[in-house]
């Protein structure tokens, strides 16, 4: 699902530590409803189902809880309601987010893997 053409050199050492560690890759539910809005509407091409993805245990979904929708609502400096939550998450679970949104980076809002 990763075109690591897109990943910066740190970015891409990230991930591989995480497999070499047998970690999953965290990923927020929002990020998994962004996937699925760009996939329908022919922006992204994906090389597995987003059943498959969901079901992999690569993978380690992080719902939205109260405690990430009150963080999110502190992230004013952001202005998407989903970076908001993306970044929230990141926040309230203590994890580094790999990210090349500018915007979440130029916030400051959380540590980021650039």
Not at 11 to 32: G, K, M, N, Y
Not at 67 to 72: P, R, S
Request: charged share 25%.
């Amino acid at each position: 699902m990763i075109d690591s053409a897109k990943l910066s050199k740190p970015q891409l050492r990230a991930l591989e530590d995480s497999v070499r560690r047998h970690e999953p890759f965290v990923v927020s539910l929002i990020t998994l409803l962004e996937i699925a809005l760009l996939s329908s509407d022919g922006r992204l091409k994906l090389t597995q189902s987003l059943d498959a993805i969901q079901a992999s245990p690569a993978f380690r979904l992080l719902p939205l809880t109260s405690e990430i929708a009150l963080e999110a609502g502190n992230l004013g400096i952001l202005r998407d309601a989903a970076d908001r939550v993306i970044a929230a998450t990141a926040r309230v679970h203590r994890l580094r987010l790999v990210t090349s949104d500018q915007r979440t980076i130029d916030s400051n809002t959380v540590t980021v893997v650039e």
